[in-house]
């Protein structure tokens, strides 16, 4: 608790304490008064002062204006019965503050699991100047810099290590409690705790473009994209609280009124007077207003705390209606990194046609290129490769160690004359030739990620009905990776304008008010991510257009979390709708009570501060997804 919270619940203890002692001491009149005054004050003094304001300001018709009127007239009647009973118009007050110090925790609750998340922001950044280190802002690094992080310290920018190896944290971001081993060519990124060793770090970005900058954009205006049930219960509470205190003043003067003019019977100013002051009471639309945004306020933290950034209530909510799940193929359900996986029909050893295709591509940067040499496995000679040529849509010629080497697809191997033999494995095909002899062919498949199997399974479980997968790949490569994870549909060999068409039609296609979602990770999706319902983008080593274009950003790129996602949203809009049923009935019921005089003062009280208690302990359970 913090420091107005200890003062808040310091005040309703001595406050109750002093409403009981006063009980017991036989007083009367004046000094009776006074002693019960002295602890409506206590109690109540912020919430008259707010109401005093609203009146300043002309906005009147506000909880702590009802709650103002309701004990002040409660107070008035005991004065004007002579009862001396004043327990009434303390209670309210006080049980209404009961209330409010339990919003208070809860939004404090609810908040530091936001909040934890913004222990991410670096305080400064190390860099090296005359062999000393300098701390530097990290606004002031520029990209290409080399940086310093000591065992401890946070990550201050995204960068590639370029000396040392350690282990960092990345709960903060992701989520996942076990320590990431990082070493020298890794991909680091801000925000992830240094453990272990000291790290030389090549900055690629700079501060404002960084992980931990785009983070923090998207928690501290999370808040701020309202959901329709928000939108809703605002517009009813700018319409219901006007309602409740005309129909109050209506009640303390008609039936009076109706009594005198028409019945020929005593006016009962008392009795009516005080049902229209219970009725006040009741009214109270506190519940509502507090705990529908808090409700989604905690489900944005407890989506935080598991490494899911939901940018605004608006987001969970569709979340929640989500039956069809589309998927990119490269760097979502695969790692996007290429592995040899096969070498067939060689002529030679495996290690001899592997050295002599990487030596071939030593030139290019493509992955494909990049897979081969790291099966190489050792540093390229690139003096003993001459005359690369590569020809585009084919592959690469070049002479290696005097020997013409070959390297490339079916159609090199055709253009070159020269007899190769087909490969039945799923996978890019890259056929090698020496000297204008067929020397084998070389298998390289992208790994399909170890969770993505399990997390299509997941998302059945959560009640997705649909799974498609798009990619720019060949249909036989799209059709093994589709049929090995369950994908219910697949489309292959589709350009990035390709797949907003195809997401249009599934979009076209599905039923009610079912909602569609979208998965990619690569800056050719962003345009998909921002035409499907929902877009969630890989956000550890997705690009900065696809986070950019996304709706909820999976921080450790594990598709798993999308069930754990759509599982949290589900939780947190039941819990609202919980709420805005359990709140509107208790409390039609409790006014109409009230108006007939069935319910006194203290039904009131729990049909305000009760029914709003229950409320926000029930929206804090949207905090708890751990087991979900």
């Known amino acids: 608790m913090n420091k107005k919270q200890k003062k808040m619940l310091a005040r309703i203890a001595v406050s109750a304490l002093l409403m009981i002692v006063f009980a017991f001491i036989p007083s009367s009149?004046?000094?009776?008064?006074?002693?019960?005054?002295?602890?409506?004050?206590?109690?109540?003094?912020?919430?008259?002062?707010?109401?005093?304001?609203g009146i300043i300001r002309g906005q009147v018709l506000d909880e702590c204006f009802l709650m103002a009127i309701a004990t002040v007239g409660a107070m008035a009647l005991a004065l004007y019965d002579r009862s001396g009973d004043y327990t009434e118009a303390i209670a309210v007050m006080l049980f209404y503050q009961i209330g409010e110090f339990f919003q208070s925790y809860a939004v404090g609750k609810s908040r530091r699991s936001i909040t934890a998340l913004m222990d991410i922001r670096p305080d400064y950044a190390n860099i090296e100047r005359d062999g000393k280190i300098v701390r530097a802002d990290p606004d002031e690094v520029e990209t290409g810099s080399v940086i310093i992080v000591q065992p401890g310290e946070k990550v201050p920018?995204?960068?590639?290590?370029?000396?040392?190896?350690?282990?960092?944290?990345?709960?903060a971001l992701s989520g996942e409690s076990l320590p990431r081993e990082v070493r020298e060519g890794d991909?680091?990124?801000?925000?992830?705790?240094?453990?272990?060793?000291?790290?030389?770090?090549?900055?690629?970005?700079?501060?404002?473009?960084?992980?931990?900058?785009?983070?923090?954009?998207?928690?501290?205006?999370?808040?701020?994209?309202?959901?329709?049930?928000?939108?809703f219960i605002s517009k009813f509470a700018r319409v219901y609280t006007p309602a409740v205190c005309i129909g109050a003043l209506v009640l303390a003067i008609l039936p009076p009124l109706v009594n005198i003019i028409f019945l020929s019977s005593?006016?009962?100013?008392?009795?009516w007077v005080y049902r229209a002051l219970t009725f006040l009471v009741i009214s109270c639309p506190c519940a509502l207003v507090i705990s529908i945004p808090l409700?989604?306020?905690?489900?944005?933290?407890?989506?935080?705390?598991?490494?899911?950034?939901?940018?605004?209530?608006?987001?969970?909510?569709?979340?929640?209606?989500?039956?069809?799940?589309?998927?990119?193929?490269?760097?979502?359900?695969?790692?996007?990194?290429?592995?040899?996986?096969?070498?067939?029909?060689?002529?030679?050893e495996n290690e001899k046609i592997i050295e002599y295709a990487a030596l071939a591509e030593s030139a290019s940067s493509h992955p494909i290129s990049k897979s081969l040499q790291r099966k190489y496995g050792l540093e390229l000679d690139r003096s003993r490769v001459t005359d690369i040529e590569e020809i585009s849509g084919?592959?690469?010629?070049?002479?290696?160690?005097?020997?013409?080497?070959?390297?490339?697809?079916?159609?090199?191997?055709?253009?070159l004359g020269i007899q190769y033999i087909p490969c039945h494995s799923t996978g890019t095909i890259i056929h090698v030739a020496i000297d204008g002899a067929y020397a084998g062919h070389i298998v390289i498949s992208d790994v399909i990620k170890p969770d993505a199997a399990d997390a299509v399974r997941q998302l059945r479980k959560a009640g997705v009905t649909k799974t498609v997968m798009l990619t720019g790949d060949d249909r036989k490569v799209a059709a093994s990776v589709a049929s090995r994870l369950g994908i219910d549909e697949f489309y292959a060999n589709l350009l990035p304008a390709d797949k907003v068409a195809r997401v249009e039609e599934l979009i076209a296609g599905r039923k009610g008010s079912d909602?569609?979602?979208?998965?990619?990770?690569?800056?050719?999706?962003?345009?998909?991510?921002?035409?499907?319902d929902i877009g969630i983008a890989m956000g550890a080593m997705g690009s900065d257009a696809a986070i950019e274009a996304a709706d909820v950003v999976l921080m450790d790129d594990d598709p798993v979390k999308i069930a754990k996602a759509i599982k949290i949203?589900?939780?947190?809009?039941?819990?609202?709708?919980?709420?805005?049923?359990?709140?509107?009935?208790?409390?039609?019921?409790?006014?109409?009570?009230?108006?007939?005089g069935i319910a006194g003062m203290w039904l009131a009280i729990f049909a305000d501060v009760g029914v709003m208690v229950i409320a926000v302990l029930n929206a804090i359970r949207a905090l708890f997804v751990e087991k979900l």
């Not at 005593?266 to 009795?271: G, L, R």
Request: glycine share 10%; hydrophobic share 45%; with cysteine.
């Open 394 to 415: 084919n592959g690469v010629t070049a002479v290696v160690d005097s020997h013409s080497v070959a390297c490339g697809n079916d159609k090199l191997m055709t253009r």
């Open 29 to 53: 009149g004046l000094i009776r008064l006074a002693m019960y005054l002295f602890v409506y004050f206590l109690i109540g003094y912020d919430i008259l002062i707010k109401a005093g304001k």
């Open 157 to 171: 920018i995204d960068g590639i290590v370029i000396e040392g190896a350690s282990s960092l944290n990345t709960s």
């Open 266 to 271: 005593p006016a009962q100013w008392h009795t």
């Open 515 to 532: 909602k569609l979602a979208f998965v990619g990770d690569g800056i050719n999706d962003a345009p998909v991510l921002a035409r499907a």
């Open 187 to 231: 991909e680091i990124i801000s925000g992830s705790i240094n453990m272990t060793r000291v790290l030389k770090v090549r900055t690629t970005k700079e501060f404002g473009e960084s992980t931990v900058s785009k983070i923090l954009d998207l928690v501290e205006n999370a808040s701020s994209r309202k959901s329709r049930s928000e939108d």
């Open 569 to 596: 949203s589900r939780k947190c809009l039941r819990i609202v709708y919980e709420n805005i049923v359990f709140a509107i009935g208790v409390k039609l019921i409790c006014l109409l009570l009230g108006a007939l």
């Open 295 to 348: 409700s989604f306020f905690a489900g944005l933290g407890g989506a935080g705390k598991t490494g899911v950034l939901v940018k605004g209530s608006n987001f969970l909510e569709t979340l929640s209606k989500t039956k069809i799940v589309v998927f990119d193929k490269t760097g979502t359900l695969t790692q996007g990194v290429f592995e040899v996986s096969g070498i067939h029909h060689n002529t030679m």
